[in-house]
């Protein structure tokens, strides 16, 4: 195993006689590629999960409760003494929005309960049945998540292309220890290859 001495940091920015100027290069490639890499990272990142969040928030405020009545019974046997508690099934529901109009859908609900049954519902602005919105809390937990995935998303484009161009510069580099060591060995009277 070879010896390979103490890691020096930021060696291809420090002055020396055996720099080549693809080793510049090369450091210029490796920074440029990095902050090219966080910027559109959080950039990104940043402005996905403000969108979601906003797009959240909207939600909270156009989204109303309403109450609806089950128009049958739901399926399954009522929970005795709460011991299905988490279990819900699906259920016909009918309610009137906020124009008047008479609306029908499915909402989940405790099995067995029965017709007639009161059951909140959330409508947006055209009365259409939607899910309770996210809270405040919720919302930022999503945008967090959405956002870091897109972050870490457009990270890997710039990332990549780094990656791939400093291969080809390694081979650059490996073509022309080649030709530096043939030169050498043609000034030493050695057979190449």
Do not use: C, I, Y
């Not at 049954?117 to 899910?131: A, E, F, N």
């Amino acid at each position: 195993m070879a010896f390979r001495g103490p890691k020096v940091w930021l060696w291809r920015w420090r002055r020396n006689a055996l720099k080549r100027r693809a080793d510049t290069v090369e450091a210029w490639v490796v920074l440029g590629v990095w902050a090219l890499t966080v910027l559109a990272g959080v950039l990104a990142g940043w402005a996905t999960a403000g969108s979601v969040e906003q797009g959240l928030a909207r939600e909270r405020v156009e989204w109303r409760p309403l109450m609806g009545r089950l128009t049958e019974q739901a399926p399954g046997k009522a929970a005795v003494n709460g011991s299905a508690v988490g279990d819900q099934v699906w259920a016909k529901v009918g309610w009137t929005g906020p124009d008047g109009s008479a609306h029908n859908g499915q909402v989940r609900v405790g099995p067995g309960s029965a017709a007639g049954t009161p059951v909140t519902v959330w409508t947006d602005r055209q009365g259409r049945l939607v899910t309770k919105p996210a809270t405040a809390a919720q919302a930022r937990l999503r945008a967090s998540l959405v956002g870091g995935l897109a972050g870490v998303g457009a990270a890997v484009l710039p990332f990549a292309g780094g990656r791939v161009l400093r291969g080809r510069l390694e081979r650059r580099r490996v073509e022309q220890w080649d030709t530096d060591w043939a030169r050498f060995d043609a000034l030493w009277g050695r057979p190449t290859g």
